[in-house]
């Protein structure tokens, strides 16, 4: 069953990849109808896969970690939603302020640990929205399929691009890339997906907002209030603001070292800074509101279809 769903998929991107280039750009297929607004979503995961037929020195440890191996994951999802004249959410909502989103960034990883408060801060536990995406205004899902593939990046592509334009994307009129900012899949987008605006998930852009809040705050009621007012801009575009902000600090704090842990603060302050910087242009996230556009992937609960890759 799973080599004939590889070897269907495979005779898919075989005639995907024979068509005229005009046709891959904004065709599609005669029986399928494009989506509203056509979202690719790309992120790397990890799976066990335990190949037996591998010597082993009759040692337990032999193969121990092993077992772990990397899949590339793609979600094609169909939205519908309208567009707007102005930006329909100018404000940051509350579910992405500092006590109803830090916890969820801490998982994310780059927010450093937490400071040291004076304050009691059990009221943070007590605002734990299910998503951080539910007062967030944005499109709604029609259909979703996950394509996933235990290849490498460069033929993960043809894979995944394949797969969108059987699904009708490349005729869709909107049509958006979301990703973490990492520059495998960038590489990816430009490659495959050229025609489609690239979105850095805000999630990922308001971790490194919190990230260096800590690393420049002695507590954290001030690690709080620096990061709602990053957050704030970013929310509304302004991430050259934070970027100028970053450089004050960077000058006050000094120079990293070359030889810098990831949790000095001016290595963290550089770190953030660099990240906004090369990722600015994928931040204009008033523009993509307004185009009625996701801005983070945590968004649906709903089950998919789904379609492997091999």
């Excluded at 002695?218 to 957050?231: L, R, V």
């Amino acid at each position: 069953m799973a080599f004939d769903r590889i070897e269907h998929h495979q005779r898919l991107q075989d005639a995907y990849q024979s068509k005229l280039l005009l046709e891959q750009a904004c065709g599609k297929p005669a029986d399928v109808h494009p989506p509203e607004i056509a979202c690719v979503m790309v992120d790397g995961g990890r799976y066990q896969h335990l190949d037996r037929s591998l010597p082993s020195s009759g040692k337990p440890s032999a193969r121990k970690g092993d077992h772990w191996k990397e899949s590339r994951i793609g979600l094609l999802a169909s939205l519908s939603g309208p567009q707007h004249d102005v930006d329909p959410q100018p404000d940051l909502p509350p579910e992405l302020r500092y006590q109803a989103i830090a916890e969820k960034l801490s998982e994310i990883g780059k927010t450093g640990s937490k400071c040291e408060s004076p304050a009691d801060d059990s009221a943070a536990a007590d605002f734990a929205p299910a998503s951080p995406s539910d007062g967030l205004v944005g499109p709604s899902l029609e259909s979703r399929s996950v394509v996933a593939s235990r290849q490498n990046w460069e033929s993960f592509g043809p894979l995944l691009v394949s797969q969108a334009w059987h699904h009708g994307f490349a005729a869709a009129t909107r049509k958006v890339f979301m990703s973490d900012g990492s520059s495998t899949i960038e590489k990816l987008q430009r490659t495959h997906f050229s025609r489609y605006t690239s979105v850095l998930d805000i999630l990922h852009a308001l971790s490194y907002g919190l990230a260096a809040a800590r690393a420049i705050s002695g507590d954290e009621s001030a690690a709080e209030k620096q990061y709602d007012a990053w957050a704030e801009k970013i929310w509304q575009g302004r991430v050259e603001d934070v970027i100028d902000e970053l450089i004050a600090y960077g000058a006050k704090f000094g120079e990293s070292p070359s030889d810098a842990r990831s949790d000095d603060p001016r290595e963290v302050l550089r770190v953030s800074r660099v990240f906004y910087e090369n990722h600015a242009e994928r931040m204009n996230y008033p523009e993509y509101r307004r185009q009625g556009f996701p801005l983070t992937s945590s968004l649906w609960n709903r089950p998919s279809s789904r379609s492997a890759g091999g």
